[in-house]
């Protein structure tokens, strides 16, 4: 078993015929801690903190040393409760795709409505809940539980709200009914349309609430209360309750620290100097993380009901509860079968997809502070990945990678805003008789709605686009009557217009672009009256002066006379422009990718023949090549990831992952793995 969306789903027989209550479920600790959107303290905050905050409010509208003295105070306030209060760094949506089935979920009312806190009051409890309503749409096999806790601040009122939102986002027929809990085997929830079980620790009332499980009125587990700043203290205290046992009930182990007060004020006189290290709940949880596995390894004869921590995507928890409930977990190693793109946002936090040996889409990212490996997992549905039809960032910030599925479908895989998450999409075929050829290429207009331009199985070109409000498929035909569509050469985006660039059926290079009213083909030729057109490099845009809109155009190939060409956008016409190869010595093997560097200029890299890479950059004055080699031996560059602003991505022969950082001095290469 190794797909963490779907474990459960996949789980054997003898598992599947439990109630859900006898499995072991992995779950994450302070769930909606992952992102705050206010300031406003949560009601557990001490006195002490609350009358800082109010403090530094008061003497931000004072003048003078005042006012200064307000920000400064505020400040190390703002960071110390953000410091010490983000728990987690995944979405709900992204910890259930990691296999958490357990969300603690802390609630309280402010006057923007019900949120979920920890430290600051984090993101509104709608929000969350739009997360797990996306997973199990898409999953429905898997059975998810949210414990809402430290609910007495909440008026009758606001439980009913509060009722009101889990309703009406899940559907009634998703909530597990009264009489099913205990009753009812895994299986039988599943076939059901169950899908989500609700846990409250507070109801204002003493009828029953109509779709949660009240845990101060009828115990499923036990819950040791257990305040530990040390992994040793955790660990005996766990123990201890073990020990005592509660009739037989499954032990919720929450295998997390909590922090004292002087490691919080030691954090805050921290930040004042500027060569200490940080001192967060991050780093002051790692030990409990570290240690987590062990324990539950060493528990192995305890009934475990709930496995939960900080951070879980730095754990192996999803593993330790499979492992502690005897499934075999697979430890088989994961390659790159398939590059599928790069891309950079405009935060500059670069992206590359490939596909894993084990079907899914993974994706290689920086966090802001570290590189990380990232599941996105299969499509829905059985359906699986062919090939890569190319990478796009909308508006600077939606990712999206578009794939051929197995359904002859083209796929896509995208972060949505609105729940915060990575979503599957099937934007199907471009008409009921004309399937998907290939791909050639993407490209925005008007800053926001992305393309992707697609080679029909009738020899048309045509496009996937967002109208606004929804996907559309669009003919635009081929360059003439008697010239169809050969390979693509690249897209580019200019002047809020994208230009794709293809060889025709006559050899010669076609445009097919936007005027502002249609779209119409325009013959480029060739490089010159001997040269024709070999092997497809790729284009871009390039921006004039840093300015908000591009007005320049690149295609760039390899001639017949094994020469690199480009052909540009001059500002009132196109030229080409022969720019040679890598060394007298060296030819072009294969495209490599395109990029422009961080001060607007054009770049092309090719894997020469002599197996390394180089690049062809525009210096401000001339074209020059430059030799960046290879990953270190005995790593081969195998296949083209993408470029971006300061990283080209590649595989080596043995699947992995491999990036040329080209932030300082000449690059360096850095293997990412698998």
């Not at 081929?478 to 010239?483: C, G, H, L, T």
């Not at 445009?511 to 790729?538: C, D, K, R």
């Not at 320049?552 to 052909?567: C, K, T």
């Not at 080409?576 to 001060?599: E, F, H, K, Q």
């Amino acid at each position: 078993m190794s797909d963490s969306k779907t474990w459960m789903a996949d789980l054997p027989p003898a598992l599947l015929s439990k109630p859900l209550t006898a499995l072991t479920l992995p779950g994450s600790h302070d769930s909606g801690a992952y992102k705050f959107t206010t300031e406003v303290l949560d009601p557990y905050q001490t006195p002490g903190i609350k009358a800082v905050q109010d403090a530094a409010i008061d003497l931000k509208n004072l003048p003078g040393m005042s006012q200064l003295a307000g920000l400064v105070t505020s400040s190390v306030l703002d960071t110390a409760v953000r410091d010490w209060g983000l728990a987690q760094t995944l979405t709900l949506r992204e910890q259930l795709e990691n296999g958490i089935r357990w969300l603690d979920l802390r609630t309280m009312s402010i006057k923007q409505g019900i949120f979920l806190f920890h430290g600051y009051a984090a993101i509104p409890v709608g929000v969350g809940i739009k997360q797990v309503k996306a997973f199990i749409s898409d999953w429905p096999k898997e059975v998810v539980v949210l414990y809402f806790s430290h609910m007495s601040t909440l008026s009758v009122a606001e439980h009913m709200a509060l009722g009101n939102i889990i309703e009406s986002v899940l559907g009634v027929a998703t909530l597990c009914s009264s009489a099913d809990l205990g009753a009812k085997s895994l299986q039988e929830l599943q076939t059901q349309g169950t899908r989500v079980v609700v846990f409250y620790d507070h109801w204002p009332s003493s009828s029953p609430c109509p779709f949660a499980w009240m845990l101060d009125q009828k115990s499923f587990y036990q819950t040791p209360s257990i305040e530990a700043d040390s992994v040793g203290s955790l660990v005996s205290q766990l123990n201890s309750a073990i020990m005592a046992g509660a009739g037989g009930l499954p032990f919720n182990a929450g295998f997390t620290t909590t922090p004292a007060t002087a490691d919080i004020i030691w954090s805050i006189v921290n930040q004042l100097n500027l060569f200490s290290s940080k001192h967060d709940l991050h780093w002051f949880t790692q030990g409990a993380r570290g240690a987590l596995s062990n324990w539950v390894s060493a528990n192995a004869a305890t009934s475990l009901g709930i496995v939960s921590t900080d951070f879980v995507d730095e754990t192996s928890v999803l593993q330790a509860c499979l492992t502690h409930m005897g499934v075999t977990v697979s430890s088989a190693p994961l390659s790159i079968k398939l590059p599928i793109g790069a891309l950079s946002t405009d935060g500059g936090r670069p992206y590359a997809f490939v596909l894993g040996s084990d079907g899914h889409l993974w994706q290689n990212y920086w966090t802001g502070s570290k590189w990380q490996w990232y599941d996105a997992g299969m499509p829905p549905q059985g359906i699986t990945v062919l090939a890569s039809l190319g990478v796009l960032s909308v508006a600077g910030k939606r990712p999206y990678a578009f794939m051929l599925g197995s359904n002859g479908h083209l796929l896509q895989n995208y972060w949505d805003d609105t729940s915060n998450s990575w979503r599957w999409c099937d934007t199907g075929t471009p008409s009921g008789s004309v399937g998907i050829s290939k791909s050639l290429g993407t490209a925005m207009q008007d800053g926001s709605r992305p393309y992707i331009f697609i080679l029909g199985t009738d020899g048309q070109l045509w496009q996937n686009y967002w109208t606004g409000s929804n996907w559309a498929w669009f003919c635009a035909g081929q360059p003439s009557a008697s010239v169809s569509v050969g390979a693509g050469i690249g897209t580019a985006y200019c002047d809020d217009r994208p230009y794709v660039f293809v060889r025709g059926s006559d050899g010669n290079l076609w445009q097919n672009y936007w005027t502002g009213s249609n779209w119409v083909w325009n013959p480029l030729g060739t490089p010159n009256a001997n040269t024709g057109i070999n092997m497809p490099i790729g284009a871009l845009s390039v921006y004039d002066g840093g300015l908000l809109f591009t007005n320049r155009a690149y295609a760039f190939m390899v001639g017949s006379d094994g020469q690199l060409w480009q052909i540009y956008w001059t500002g009132s016409y196109w030229t080409w422009l022969c720019t040679g190869t890598p060394s007298p010595t060296v030819g072009i093997n294969a495209p490599m990718g395109t990029r422009l560097t961080s001060d607007w200029r054009p770049c092309v890299f090719v894997l020469g023949t002599d197996g390394h890479l180089w690049q062809n950059t525009w210096s401000g004055s001339q074209w020059d090549w430059y030799d960046n080699g290879v990953p270190t031996a005995p790593a081969a560059i195998g296949y083209s990831v993408g470029a971006v602003t300061n990283d080209v991505f590649v595989t080596d022969g043995s699947g992995r992952l491999w990036r040329f950082d080209l932030t300082s001095g000449n690059g360096v290469w850095v293997d990412s793995g698998t």
